[in-house]
């Protein structure tokens, strides 16, 4: 029981995020028609036992969120979990590229080092 219940879980997971997803579709008709496919097919699904056939639903719902996720537009909230770039130079955090473009960061291999441009 405990693996029908992480199963449960799981799908119920995916669809919540989906369902996120299709809610922030721009088009009116392809959100209607979003949500009533992803409930059709939770539906269909629900009896599946064959634990072959749910990873394979599984990942085809991973997939159509991946999907939905590149082609569904971010909204505002969103920029405050966007990632960055973190640079220590001496010891302290530089946020951003950490040098001005077209700058040498002073440890910089060169010639000198040793290194002959050869592959490892």
Excluded: N
Excluded at 21 to 50: F, K, V
Aim: proline share 3%.
């Amino acid at each position: 029981m405990a693996v029908a219940a992480q199963r449960r879980e799981l799908v119920l997971s995916g669809y919540r995020q989906l369902l996120r997803l299709i809610y922030r579709l721009p088009d009116a008709s392809q959100r209607h028609s979003g949500l009533q496919e992803a409930a059709r097919t939770l539906r269909e699904r629900r009896t599946c036992d064959d634990a072959e056939k749910h990873l394979a639903h599984l990942k085809e719902l991973a997939a159509r969120t991946a999907f939905l996720r590149v082609i569904t537009p971010r909204r505002p909230s969103d920029a405050a979990q966007a990632t960055g770039r973190f640079v220590l130079r001496e010891g302290k955090l530089v946020e951003g590229a950490g040098e001005a473009p077209g700058s040498r960061c002073e440890h910089a291999a060169t010639h000198d080092d040793g290194w002959l441009g050869q592959r490892v």
